[in-house]
C-alpha cells in the first residue's frame, strides 16, 4: 500500500459525498426521507431566529447596551448569510449540495454553543457571524436538495411542508425562547440548536441523495463576493445608524452612498466576470425576478411582527413569555396554510393565483395594525391572518421560483431564494426597529403604527410582483433522484 493512500483516503472522507444506504435509496417514497431531513435545518434556522429577538432586553441589562447596538445580534447573523447564500449555492452545484450542507450544520452547531459562552456582545456578535456562515451553507442548499428530490408534480406539496418545518420552528421560537429567557437565561436560548443539530447531522449522512447534476467553477469570484458584502452590510449599518447607532449623521449617509456605489459595482462586475458569483440571466427570468421581489416582501412582512410585537407588549406591562405566546400565533398560522392549503385549495389553482390570494390577505391583516387597538387580543387575530396569508402565499411563491431555474442550477437558485428571505429578514428587523426610534417622542404606540405602514407597504409590493407574474406556471425540468 502506497504510503500516500491513508491521505487520499481521508481526503475522500472529507471531500466527497456518501451514498444512502440502498434500501433507503430504492424506496418508492424515499424521497420524503430527504425532504424531512432538510426540514430540520429549516426547523433549526427559524427557531434560532425567532428567538433571537426575545432576547434584546436580557442582552441589554447584561451588556449595558442599547437597543440599536443589541439589534446586531440578529443584524450581523443576518448580513453574513446575505452575503455567502449565492457563493454557498454556486460552491454547491460545483462540488455537492449534501456535502456543503452538512458541513454548514456542523459549523452552525457548533457556533450555537460558542454564542452560548459568550463573554460579552462583541463575542457573541463575532459567534453570530460564524454562525450565519454556516446557515448559509444549510439554507443555499435546502430548497435545491428539496426541489432536486422531490417529483416535479410534487414539488409544490415538498416546498410546502418545508415552509411549514420553517413555520413551526418560527411557532415554537418564541415559546420556547420566552420560557428558557424567563428560567434559564438567554444563553439557553443558543444551546438548546446543538441537540437538534447532532440529530440532523446524523440523518443527512444517510438520508440526504448525492448531487446528481454539477456545474463547474474555474474561478471563484471573490470580487464579486466582496462588493456584495460592502453593499448589503453598509446599507443595514445606515439604517441601524438612522435607528439610533452611535454614528453620526454624516457617518451614516456616506453608508448608504458605500452601499449604492458598491451594488452598483457588483452588478457590473456580474456582467464582465467569465465566473460570475450571479448568473444574472437568471434574475431576467420573468418568474423569477418577479417571485423574488415577493419572497423580500413576505419575510419583511413575517419577521417584522416578530420584533415589534413583543416591544409593544412588554412596554405595556408583559413578560416575554407572554409576548412570545401571542407572536406564536403569526408561524402557527403560516404552518396551516402551508401544510394544507395544498389539499384545500383547487388543484387547478396555478401557483399565481395563490400568491395573489395569500398575499391579498397579508396585506388586509397588515392594514389591521393601523387601526385595531394594539391589545393582545386585537393582536392575535393580526397576527393569526398574517400567517395564514404568508402560509398561502410563500410555498406557491418558491415553486414558481425555482420551477423557472434549471436543475442544474437550482443551488444557485436556492441561494437566491434563501439570499433575498435573509434580506427581508434583515429589512424587517431594521424598518421596525427605525420606526420605533424616529417616534420615540410620541411612545411605543406611534412607533408601532409607523411600522405598521411599512409592513402594509410591504405587502404591496407582494400583491404587485404576484400580479406582474407569468400567468402560467413554469415548466422547467427538474431533477429527480
Not at 452612498?257 to 465566473?275: I, M, P
Request: proline content about 5%.
Amino acid at each position: 500500500m502506497s504510503p500516500h493512500t491513508p491521505k487520499r483516503r481521508w481526503s475522500a472522507v472529507l471531500t466527497a459525498e456518501r451514498p444512502r444506504p440502498e434500501g433507503i435509496r430504492s424506496r418508492p417514497n424515499g424521497w420524503w426521507l430527504a425532504v424531512g431531513t432538510v426540514c430540520l435545518g429549516a426547523f433549526m434556522g427559524q427557531l434560532d431566529a425567532s428567538i433571537v429577538t426575545l432576547i434584546y432586553g436580557s442582552l441589554r441589562t447584561d451588556f449595558h447596551a442599547s437597543l440599536a447596538a443589541v439589534e446586531w445580534v440578529s443584524l450581523a447573523y443576518l448580513l453574513t448569510l446575505v452575503a455567502l447564500l449565492v457563493p454557498a449555492g454556486r460552491l454547491a452545484d460545483a462540488h455537492g449540495r449534501k456535502l456543503l450542507y452538512l458541513y454548514g450544520f456542523a459549523v452552525f452547531t457548533l457556533a450555537s454553543a460558542a454564542c452560548g459562552l459568550a463573554p460579552s456582545l462583541m463575542a457573541l456578535v463575532a459567534f453570530r457571524v460564524v454562525q450565519a456562515a454556516g446557515a448559509a451553507m444549510m439554507q443555499a442548499n435546502s430548497v435545491a436538495l428539496v426541489t432536486t428530490s422531490a417529483p416535479r408534480e410534487l414539488m409544490r406539496r415538498a416546498l410546502g411542508v418545508q415552509a411549514a418545518a420553517q413555520a413551526l420552528g418560527l411557532a415554537l421560537g418564541p415559546t420556547v425562547g420566552g420560557t428558557l429567557v424567563s428560567t434559564l437565561g438567554w444563553r439557553w436560548v443558543f444551546w438548546v440548536n446543538v441537540p437538534v443539530g447532532v440529530v440532523a447531522l446524523v440523518g443527512g449522512h444517510y438520508l440526504l441523495p448525492r448531487t446528481r447534476g454539477r456545474t463547474t467553477v474555474a474561478r471563484f469570484d471573490w470580487a464579486g463576493l466582496s462588493l456584495l458584502a460592502v453593499a448589503t452590510t453598509s446599507a443595514l449599518m445606515g439604517l441601524s445608524a438612522a435607528s439610533g447607532l452611535a454614528v453620526p449623521g454624516w457617518g451614516a449617509a456616506l453608508l448608504f452612498v458605500v452601499a449604492a456605489s458598491t451594488g452598483w459595482g457588483f452588478v457590473r462586475r456580474q456582467r464582465q466576470a467569465t465566473e460570475p458569483l450571479l448568473n444574472l440571466a437568471l434574475l431576467r427570468v420573468r418568474a423569477v425576478a418577479f417571485g423574488l421581489a415577493g419572497a423580500l416582501s413576505g419575510y419583511l412582512v413575517l419577521f417584522g411582527p416578530l420584533v415589534l410585537v413583543p416591544i409593544v407588549l412588554t412596554a405595556r406591562g408583559s413578560s416575554e413569555l407572554t409576548a412570545g405566546l401571542v407572536i406564536t400565533v403569526l408561524p402557527a398560522g403560516f404552518a396551516l396554510a402551508a401544510t394544507g392549503g395544498d389539499r384545500l385549495l383547487p388543484h387547478r389553482l396555478s401557483d399565481r393565483a395563490r400568491c395573489l390570494a395569500g398575499a391579498g390577505v397579508f396585506t388586509l391583516a397588515s392594514t389591521g395594525l393601523l387601526i385595531v387597538p394594539l391589545a393582545t387580543g386585537w393582536l392575535v387575530s393580526v397576527l393569526a391572518l398574517t400567517g395564514l396569508g404568508l402560509g398561502m402565499f410563500t410555498p406557491a411563491n418558491n415553486a414558481m421560483i425555482m420551477g423557472a431555474v434549471p436543475a442544474r442550477s437550482s443551488g444557485t437558485g436556492g441561494g437566491l431564494v434563501n439570499m433575498t428571505r435573509g434580506l427581508g429578514t434583515a429589512l424587517g428587523v431594521a424598518l421596525v426597529t427605525l420606526a420605533l426610534h424616529l417616534v420615540g417622542g410620541g411612545g411605543v404606540q406611534a412607533g408601532a403604527r409607523w411600522a405598521g405602514a411599512v409592513l402594509v407597504a410591504a405587502s404591496v409590493v407582494a400583491v404587485a410582483s404576484a400580479s406582474l407574474s407569468p400567468r402560467r406556471d413554469s415548466g422547467a425540468s427538474q431533477a429527480t433522484p
